[in-house]
Each structure stands twice: as structure tokens, then as C-alpha cells.
């Protein structure tokens, strides 16, 4: 298994980093997000990798950073979903931005990738729902903080009222889990309103 490379980016396209190591080329599958954070041609790269092995191929998939590695094998791990899928949801989500959506259960956000429909999307989440807490200590406080603002009766309807005004359930609750519940629904509205406006 190869865990990964070190070595000059001696080719990339839209979808493919091809890495230079001991004047052997690994060509390797990566997502828009870790294209986006590759070097230059010709200049020195480290990718965490991911080998799949079938009958008819052997495919080496390339990653940034451990947590989109780890956030890979993750959705990977569900039943029917392959790397294709794995590295479409990747390319339009970030390691973060999946592990929120599955612990809020925004299965909508994870629509956004190609070939991800919502059934598909509710069972990522159904069988992956308990598992996020694996990823990363950074993101677990956040995750907890999700989930709680999920479940809490003041907050959750603060979350059904921007769902209602158009953001997706993730960007919701996560806006919502950092203010202060002990607000009145309608400041907690106003001041998550203002925090997503931020982010815009």
C-alpha cells in the first residue's frame, strides 16, 4: 500500500496530479480542493494517498491533507459508494464542510456533487451519522456544537427558520451553535443571519 508521495508535480489537469519520485511517475485522482492547493509544475509536492485495488485496475487517489484522506475513506466505507463518488463529494464540499453535513443530517448539501442524489445522500448519512467524530479533535467541538444546536428546542428552531429563508441545514446549525442560547429566537435569528452574511 502507498501511504504516500513526496516528489516534483510533473503533471495536472482537472482531476489527475501526476508526481515525480525516484524517475517513477505516480498518476494519482485528486479532488478540486486539492487541486486548487497544488504547487506549481516542476515544483516539490506531498500527497497522502489511497490505493484501490480491482480485477481491471489499480488507482491511487491523492490528498492535500489527512483530513480529506481520512474524510475519503470515511464515505468510501458505505455500502455502493466507491472513490468516484468519494472524490466528486470532495471536490464540491470540503473534509469539513462533509463531516458538518453529515452530523446535522443536511443530506440536501451533500446533493451538490455530481452523481449524489438525495437517497444516496440520506444513506451516507444514516450509516455515517455516528462515525464523524472519528475525523479530528478541531472538528469534533464543532460537531458537538452542530448536533447540539440540532437537537436543542430553541436553537433547532432557529435552524428550521433558515432552512426556510434558504440555507442549507448545515450552514444553519453551524451558524446557530456558535452564538449564545440563551437568546430569544428571535436575536438568535438576527445574529445568525449577520454570521452568514459574513461568510458570504
Not at 34 to 41: A, G, K
Not at 50 to 65: K, W
Not at 191 to 198: G, M, V
Amino acid at each position: 500500500m502507498i501511504a504516500s508521495l513526496r516528489g516534483t508535480l510533473i503533471y495536472k489537469d482537472t482531476a489527475v496530479a501526476v508526481v515525480e519520485c525516484g524517475g517513477v511517475g505516480y498518476k494519482c485522482f485528486v479532488t478540486k480542493n486539492t487541486l486548487n492547493r497544488l504547487p506549481q509544475i516542476n515544483n516539490e509536492v506531498f500527497l497522502y494517498t489511497y490505493m484501490v485495488v480491482r480485477e481491471d485496475a489499480m488507482d491511487l487517489y491523492g490528498f492535500i491533507d489527512s483530513n480529506e484522506l481520512e474524510t475519503f475513506k470515511l464515505i468510501t466505507s458505505v455500502n455502493g459508494v466507491g472513490a468516484k463518488i468519494g472524490i466528486s463529494i470532495l471536490s464540491d464540499l470540503s473534509a469539513s464542510q462533509v463531516t458538518l453535513s453529515i452530523a446535522s443530517g443536511d443530506a440536501k448539501a451533500l446533493t451538490v456533487a455530481s452523481g449524489v442524489g438525495i437517497k444516496l445522500a440520506q444513506r451516507i448519512i444514516l450509516e455515517l451519522r455516528e462515525k464523524v467524530g472519528s475525523i479530528t479533535s478541531s472538528e469534533n467541538d464543532e460537531i458537538s456544537a452542530v448536533k447540539s444546536a440540532v437537537t436543542s428546542s430553541n436553537t433547532s428552531e432557529v435552524v428550521e427558520a433558515l432552512v426556510a429563508l434558504g440555507y442549507s441545514k448545515g450552514e444553519a446549525s453551524l451558524a446557530v451553535a456558535r452564538l449564545d442560547n440563551t437568546l430569544s429566537t428571535d436575536e438568535l435569528i438576527k445574529q445568525a443571519l449577520k454570521a452568514l452574511a459574513r461568510r458570504l
